[in-house]
């Protein structure tokens, strides 16, 4: 399988432009997670899932929003897109822990942003 | 508050040196430990991670981890290190039954022939 398939790669946005980040995950995972990385930082939760139909801010979630219609996909959206959202994002998958389940998120390869 | 601190933002070795990365934690409950490696331009690749039972984990790639409660850390060692290793290392630490990974801000490891 494939794992976790992130699209774009790479995008330029200007000030105002909305765009969608695609996530897609082939595992039968039920819980789905975006983040962002900084540079010099560690990654920022901004949205996660625990299944379809089930979302919940992370620590970051201002100027976004997700959707979860189906347990594959999880795509992230910037409505008004602002310099301070260039950055590196990250989507992830897993099981859910407890009952004696290992969890371990799986990352995708990210996607490059850019706001000028 | 919950945190991962990892003091060592850089680090350089040689290649066949000795590697250790340190990771201290603060964490209110029995914690889930995690190391993940990110290449340039790759995504997180998990090496290794604890749960329970014996302190003294083994990865991916030759790593391993040690977790010691009193000391409240999760180092990562490689014995003899390869200039394929030179990458971004993230400690973490999470809860069991919910999913809000914490993240620590990373050290990044250069290898010299």
């Known amino acids: 399988n494939a794992g976790v398939t992130q699209t774009p790669k790479f995008r330029i946005l200007k000030i105002g432009q909305s765009m969608t980040l695609q996530c897609t995950q082939d595992?039968?995972?039920?819980?789905m997670y975006w983040y962002r990385q900084d540079p010099g930082m560690g990654l920022k939760l901004i949205y996660y899932?625990?299944?379809?139909?089930?979302?919940d801010k992370g620590e970051v979630p201002n100027g976004y929003n997700v959707s979860r219609s189906t347990t594959e996909d999880f795509p992230l959206r910037l409505e008004l897109a602002a310099p301070s959202q260039t950055s590196v994002y990250f989507c992830?998958?897993?099981?859910?822990?407890?009952?004696?389940?290992?969890?371990?998120?799986?990352f995708g390869p990210g996607t490059r942003l850019l706001v000028l | 508050a919950q945190s991962v601190t990892q003091p060592d933002i850089h680090i350089t070795v040689s290649e066949g040196a000795s590697l250790e990365l340190r990771c201290n934690y603060s964490?209110?409950?029995?914690?889930?430990l995690f190391w993940y490696v990110q290449s340039p331009g790759q995504g997180l690749q998990l090496l290794l991670k604890?749960?329970?039972?014996?302190?003294l984990v083994q990865g991916i790639k030759g790593f391993e981890a040690e977790f010691k409660r009193s000391q409240s850390s999760f180092n990562l060692r490689k014995p003899s290190v390869h200039w394929s290793d030179a990458a971004e290392y993230f400690c973490?630490?999470?809860?069991?039954?919910?999913?809000?990974?914490?993240f620590g801000t990373g050290t990044r490891l250069q290898v010299f022939p």
């Open positions: 899932s625990v299944g379809a139909g089930i979302t």
């Open positions: 604890y749960f329970s039972g014996d302190t």
């Open positions: 973490a630490v999470g809860p069991y039954n919910t999913d809000k990974l914490i």
């Open positions: 964490y209110g409950a029995t914690p889930y």
């Open positions: 992830a998958s897993s099981f859910p822990g407890g009952d004696g389940v290992e969890e371990t998120q799986y």
């Open positions: 595992m039968n995972h039920n819980y």
